[in-house]
């Protein structure tokens, strides 16, 4: 159970405009702390201003790209703004890189991922890939949450070299201008499934979007972590609250996820 | 209090005319020197071979990349002229860059900044960040002074590791284009202390733009300090008009500045 | 006779719809070892994560660069995930780099080849290139299997450095907005022997495509050897069925080749 | 007094039509030794074969960028063909650069230069900066030889680190669409002024463009001497004669600068 | 008199039909042996392969860089596909250099070319310059064969440091769009003189093109030697006929050489 931290660059402050107190770092990462999280997911600005007095109590994913929601997202890139060896020295456990599978910019980032991967692997630091269909040729072809384009997204983060994938739910309902056998709509416990299977040996961690009823969220979680997810990683639907219902809810997903097993069967 | 002086090559010769004396970066410096100033801010051609003769005097504050507003300013990039190195050899005791946050070239600039802040980093260099929104997504979102943009530039500045961040007075009543919950119009004092509070820990001073009338100047920087600025930085308000009228303006902002304290309380 | 698998890459999981086994890479290798295949093409982050138990059992070719089919293929770039490093590490017998010929993007290209076949030979390490021919100019003279593309495909790869050229069946009868003499139609088993003397000492495998009937594939793979083919390399055609049946065809295949004289003779 | 000699690569042998010897940059060299010039300036080729014979003879400049007249000049940018360390080797004096102030590539000239600047301090070789206005935007202000343009240019050069500026001389009646206060029409020799004082420290040598007849040039150079000017960077109006009609005309230019003391004072 | 064998990777395996033992680069380098010929021209891939068994024979001019006729050539890049490297561990004489005078990617071919300068220069080994005029801007001047095109893209090589210029025939009658005082028509050999000149010390080469009548190209080889061209450079005109006439062929275009002086006397 992850806490991303990364929307105020990615969307900017609106997103804090709910819960005031979140636009405070510090208070993310007591939150995390507090709500007994897995880690905590944030750029290097406030990793390096906002962690280093909790460290140890809450591991750090050390989010190395990143990009504002201003220029177009038609050919989306998200550059660089950290190193493995910010992460390192920052004390992180793992080290996050959003990969926009589908953009026409796709080839810089594979070439800028595999300089994350060749890093990471040298200081034996885990990479968590937010594997997001983005761009024109997505809009086309289901959008960027179709099963077609999930499943892809989530392969191509393995092939190369993801060790936790993280991917929105899949809709298995987006069938417009996908290629065969996607456009047979299947079941959302199936699609989920597929997406898990399509990872290989990479775990999957499901992200939850904007803000949704608690219902809905504790559902799709059910059903996230019955067809084989290993977590989810919720940061608006968990910050989005004060501090005592956000606790309350972190607890409630806490209890949701003790009932899997840690470590997934090898499906082969 | 902060004197920049790199409107040579932002805009031009053209706003020496009003104080022709102003176009000599000694004059400048000595400026900086008699009216106390807490740093002067120039760029490298100018600092290698005006700031020697006055070092240890007053802080140098390099600025590392600039551009001419001659070439469209549709997706702007500002270059790097200079590096920490140069910086170092100097004897400048911060750096500046200008970050673009909206551009087209964003991505480029992001990439660019991360180089700069590693390099800072190892030198133990603190960064001071001109946070500008610029390019045609800002345009459609309200302009580059718009509440939303500067707030989102802020953070962005922040979250990439800035030590300081230097941003242009919100005005909130830019409401058209922007997101919710921008699209609400907030007093001045409002805006400029969620711009405060965005940039988290990194400190935030507010700049001058054109020449305003004395009065109105006077008035923001009380505006803005009362809502949590950590300080100004004024360059064509302080050096287009005598010398004289320079040092005894710039003596009214210092007993401003006075009145509030030096470092402010840690807001979690 | 080679296994490839970087399908999973190129097209997305779509390809594993008719045998959903082969979604897990665990399988693919453990076919290529059942198999008796003389190699395992794959992705870093596939070899990383599923290589190592079967390493010794079957040679690994570790392909080090990709892309998905998602972005417009109008000017292609496949670009790097894995470096010759990587192959060395892991434990690869070869290296394998697809190569656009004919793409607007063929100067980054050749240039990103250059960096690769100057590392593989440092490391001694061959390399396999997938020569295909791609992009509105290839599509405006033949299409990208046409005699002329795949001729001029082959020799491009042999001139700049392959080892071993893989390419598709070239189609004799694709004569339209091609240069003379390729508006001839030929036979298909001298178009085949034409493409193997234009590699000159690389050696030629040819891929299969789509899946296809047994009978159909085992005919060319006749004809292919025939004209002076090294041998084949076959994916879809080999695990987009199950398990024994796979096995089965592998088997038939290897009875073909083992009619041919392991090394050509030089043709000079 | 300066030869420049880089036009056979700018403007193509045409250039040398109306006295072919000129054609042979052995003459050239023999030109400046005999003609008493402080500097010829010179592309990386034609120094390496034919400066040495007559090195000590004459301060070389290399000149370490260059383009064609062919490729279009909407967005000119001059290409790096030789280092500074060519320049430490072949015994320059210093080092050319040729910067185009406003062009659309202006972000990568800066970054270009920056590398020169950075080698050229490293080295102890001053700069020599053609600074000159480019590119479409400046079409639309008034046109590279506007006031406003070439006054900028030589900021932007001093701005960014250069010893010495080449400029044009300055038209100040080319006024249509330039910014204030530069719409006022301005004397010539004020305008020479301005453009000196906008370089600082920097030297501010004027270059003589396409030939002109003897009384013109001659009186130019008095008016840009008289305006504080270090001197005058002449090719064409030189060598675009025959060879003692060259001599006779460097005479009377040197007879002009040797009326001027060498060392301005320091305006501040 | 040098044999070039690039034509296989510039226009494709179509230049072997006319004697198809022309598509083994084995053939080649016997047929350089044979006619006694002072240099063969190849890429890496061909010489790595093929030119191992013969070195100490004929000289190995390594060609560095390529491209396929395939994509646009409105704007060619020709990338580097070996080194310098390459060409002193293959035991080469010389390397070998495609410039594009007057393309709009030209800037970056001199950044490219200054690499290559820089490290044949650093190894002693001289560099062979294919100084070819392309691009739209040259369309609409006169066409790649125009006088003035060739004799830009002589003196653009023997500025950026080519110690040989490999140049088509100057065509005098394309004067169409081409500036003063090229648009005033010459003799052939006046344009193959002016541009040996513009070369400097550059030794100059001409090509041959498409195959010709022997009477021709003897012809012209005699004009060109007649104006001081240092040798030629045929390739289809060598090979696309039988082994036998080739060498017939070689010998007479080697007894018309050897009337001339080997050693060109200096101009100046």
Same mark, same amino acid.
């Given at each position: ?26 208070? $993310? ?42 220029? +177009? ?47 990471? #692997? ?23 949450? +179709? ?15 993801? =060790? ?15 290629? #065969?056998?996607?456009?047979? #709509? ?20 499901? +992200? ?5 009823? =608690? ?17 989810? $990683? ?21 209890? $949701? ?12």
């Amino acid at each position: 159970m992850f806490l991303p931290y990364d929307q105020g660059l990615e969307h900017g402050p609106r997103d804090f405009f709910r819960n005031p107190a979140a636009a405070d770092p510090s208070y $993310i990462v007591r939150l995390a702390v507090e709500g007994g999280f897995n880690g905590v997911a944030m750029q290097v600005g406030n990793a390096e201003k906002f962690y280093a007095e909790h460290a140890g109590q809450v591991p750090l994913i050390l989010k190395l790209n990143g990009r504002t929601e201003l220029p +177009s997202a038609d050919a989306p890139l998200s550059p660089l703004n950290a190193s493995v060896g910010d992460a390192v020295r920052l004390g992180a456990d793992a080290v996050g890189y959003t990969l926009y599978v589908g953009s026409a910019r796709q080839a810089e980032d594979f070439a800028q991922f595999r300089t994350v991967r060749a890093d990471a #692997e040298a200081h034996g630091m885990p990479i968590v890939v937010w594997a997001y269909p983005r761009g024109s040729a997505v809009q086309a072809a289901g959008g960027q949450d +179709s099963f077609y384009a999930v499943d892809y997204a989530a392969r191509t983060a393995a092939e190369l070299g993801a =060790d936790v994938v993280k991917v929105n739910f899949p809709d298995p309902t987006a069938t417009t201008g996908v290629p #065969e056998p996607y456009d047979l #709509e299947v079941s959302t416990p199936q699609a989920v499934a597929s997406v898990v299977a399509s990872a290989g040996r990479a775990l999957v961690v499901f +992200s939850g979007g904007a803000k949704a009823s =608690d219902k809905a969220v504790l559902t799709r979680t059910r059903e996230a972590m019955d067809a084989g997810a290993t977590g989810v $990683i919720y940061g608006r639907n968990i910050w989005q609250r004060d501090h005592d219902e956000s606790l309350r809810f972190a607890a409630q997903l806490r209890d $949701i996820l003790a009932r899997y097993p840690t470590v997934r069967e090898d499906p082969s």
